[in-house]
């Protein structure tokens, strides 16, 4: 008779360019059950592109978020070597990044690293698989539209045949590119080209023409599903393996184009510290699909937070 494992308990942060994301799960057997989930936008990315290093500021935001969830952690019980923290783009070209990373581990207890961004998109893509029939198929792409880099994944369940982290971002196209609030059309089209020859200029043609589905992940994806379905509140239930047309998502960009600020914080599905970048998101989030010549992604809430537990779970258990 087998036995099953004894579950391992785990704590993920993501400290990303746009948002601090934490999750709590128990995984045994290759299966992930979500104990806590939360999201937190606090920008750490925040003037990285224009002056090199983190803010004063940014840091104090997201050293408020992990003081919450070191609370959140405790209180779940979960071990000192089971709690590790991912740090990207933002910290990775920031001058003062090594420092906050070592705050990060010193201060909250958290096995903190700030990873490649190759690494990122395999454990992008690691999670956003796992468990998903289309994996199985023809090569999938797994995209991750963060606040300094959008990660690209190529690949099947048994291998990622593909993986590229490259410098296009909500937070940092947006401080690239639009000036005015709503953003003008000149904007919107400078930053579409930029993410065009970016990702022309990351991604073999060959590597775009050979996939034959997409998946999404992270705020952009999620937030663009959520949007379309007008969900108030979110509801990850009926985000989780929707599937967005591209068409779709050009229909809302016109629509959140045309929007000032304060009018995009009301927008059903729109979390409203997305609202700043959710334009910019959305016209990556096109650019992507268009270069692999796809004209749809399937939304997934499961990604770079369950590829690091499924990965710390399986050392922690040796």
């Known amino acids: 008779m087998t036995v099953a494992a004894r579950p391992v308990r785990v704590a993920v942060v993501d400290l ?4 601090t994301r934490l999750l709590i799960a128990d995984v045994a057997d290759g299966r992930i059950r979500e104990l806590d989930r939360r999201s937190q936008v606090t920008r750490l ?3 990285v592109d224009a002056t090199g290093r983190l803010a004063e500021a940014a840091m104090a935001r997201v050293h408020a978020t992990l003081a919450a969830y070191r609370q959140a952690m405790d209180e779940a019980g979960v071990a000192p070597d089971a709690r590790v923290g991912v740090l990207t783009s933002a910290v990775r070209d920031a001058a003062n ?3 906050f990373t070592a705050t990060v581990r010193e201060r909250f207890g958290i096995d903190a690293a700030t990873i490649p961004g190759e690494e990122e998109a395999r454990l992008s893509f690691v999670g956003a698989t796992h468990g998903h029939d289309g994996a199985d198929a023809g090569p999938l792409l797994v995209f991750d539209i963060g606040g300094g880099s959008t990660e690209l994944v190529v690949g099947t369940r048994d291998r990622v045949a593909f993986h590229v982290s490259t410098r296009a971002g909500v937070v940092r196209q947006t401080e690239r590119h639009i000036r005015h609030d709503p953003p003008q059309p000149h904007e919107l089209q400078a930053l579409a080209a930029e993410v065009r020859a970016i990702v022309a200029d990351h991604v073999p043609p060959d590597v775009r023409a050979g996939a034959t589905a997409a998946i999404g992940v992270a705020g952009t994806a999620t937030s663009l599903a959520a949007i379309a379905q007008a969900l108030e509140p979110y509801d990850p239930a009926r985000v989780h393996g929707a599937v967005v047309e591209r068409a779709e998502a050009e229909l809302q960009l016109a629509r959140l184009a045309q929007m000032d600020l304060d009018q995009r914080r009301r927008v059903p599905g729109l979390h409203p510290d997305r609202a700043p970048t959710i334009v910019a998101g959305v016209v990556i989030l096109i650019e992507v699909l268009r270069a692999f ?12 937070l369950h590829g690091v537990a499924l990965e710390r779970a399986a050392r922690l258990r040796g």
């Open 16 to 19: 990303g360019s746009n948002s």
């Open 45 to 47: 990315g925040e003037g």
């Open 97 to 99: 990044g090594a420092a």
């Open 293 to 304: 010549d796809l004209d749809r992604f399937e939304v997934s809430e499961h990604d770079i």
